[in-house]
Nanobody, 126 residues
C-alpha cells in the first residue's frame, strides 16, 4: 500500500525558506509522478510542482516558479519541495501526492492523483 508522509512544515517569517519532504513507501515508484499541492480553507487544492520519479523532468506552476523547486532523492525514496522567498499568501496545508504516469501530459488536477499524504502546515508570518 502506498504511503506518503510529509514533513518540514512550520512557522517562518516572510522572506524565509522551508524545505518540505515527502517520504514515499509501499511500492516501486519508477513509473510514477510525485506532486505537491497546497490548500487553504474554502479553496480548491492548488497544483505547485511535480516530478517524474524515473527521470529528472519536472514541472512547476507559474504561480511559484522561481521560488519553489521540486527534487528527489531516489536512495531515500523522498521528494522535496524547496520553498524560498516565502510570502504570507503561501500559508496553507501542503500535500504530497502520487500517481502512475499516464501519457505525456503532466497531471495538474487533484483528481488525477491516486495517493495523498496527510499534509503539513506551512505558516508564513508578515
Amino acid at each position: 500500500q502506498v504511503q506518503l508522509v510529509e514533513s518540514g512544515g512550520g512557522l517562518v517569517q516572510a522572506g524565509g525558506s522551508l524545505r518540505l519532504s515527502c517520504a514515499a513507501s509501499g511500492r516501486t515508484f519508477s513509473n510514477y509522478v510525485i506532486g505537491w499541492f497546497r490548500q487553504t480553507p474554502g479553496k480548491e487544492r492548488e497544483f505547485l510542482a511535480a516530478i517524474n520519479w524515473s527521470g529528472v523532468t519536472t514541472v512547476t506552476s507559474d504561480s511559484v516558479k522561481g521560488r519553489f523547486t521540486i527534487s528527489r532523492d531516489n536512495n531515500k525514496n523522498t521528494v522535496y519541495l524547496q520553498m524560498n522567498s516565502l510570502k504570507p499568501e503561501d500559508t496553507a496545508v501542503y500535500y504530497c501526492t502520487a500517481t502512475p504516469r499516464r501519457g505525456l501530459r503532466w497531471p495538474r488536477a487533484p483528481d488525477e492523483y491516486d495517493y495523498w499524504g496527510q499534509g503539513t502546515q506551512v505558516t508564513v508570518s508578515s
